[in-house]
């Protein structure tokens, strides 16, 4: 399995960025895909994910409102579309996969299996 992000960069706050993951090698019908984020000094948090089988999707608080996931079938990419950039967004994004049929951001992060290399997001003020 291999996952690929794309689409970080530098962008000043209340801008937006659409981030991409092209997976290969995955059978997507069993499998939740999720965005995380790290900022430095922090821990690793969930923003949002996936359940590709039942199309459910779910997002953290910090992301409700302004983030917004989706996907592409036939491109095998999950996006996802962040506007209301703030400086706190500022982190590496990472797209994961699981062998889970049920999304939830809250859930444990090792059931992600799968991690892409990242894509850096930086939102200044």
């Known amino acids: 399995v291999q996952l690929v992000e794309s689409g970080g960069g530098l962008v000043q706050a209340v801008g937006s960025l659409r981030l991409s993951c092209t997976a290969s090698g995955l059978d997507f019908s069993g499998a939740t895909i999720a965005w995380f984020r790290q900022a430095l000094g922090k821990e690793r948090e969930a923003v949002a994910c996936?359940?590709?089988?039942?199309?459910?999707?779910d997002y953290a608080d910090a992301a409700k409102g302004r983030f917004t996931a989706s996907r592409d079938n036939a491109e095998r990419t999950l996006y996802l579309q962040m506007t209301s950039l703030k400086p706190e967004d500022t982190a590496m994004y990472y797209c994961a996969a699981a062998i889970l049929t049920v999304c939830n951001v809250k859930g444990s992060q090792s059931s992600y299996n799968f991690w892409g290399q990242g894509t850096q997001v930086t939102v200044s003020s």
């Open positions: 996936i359940a590709w089988h039942g199309d459910s999707y």
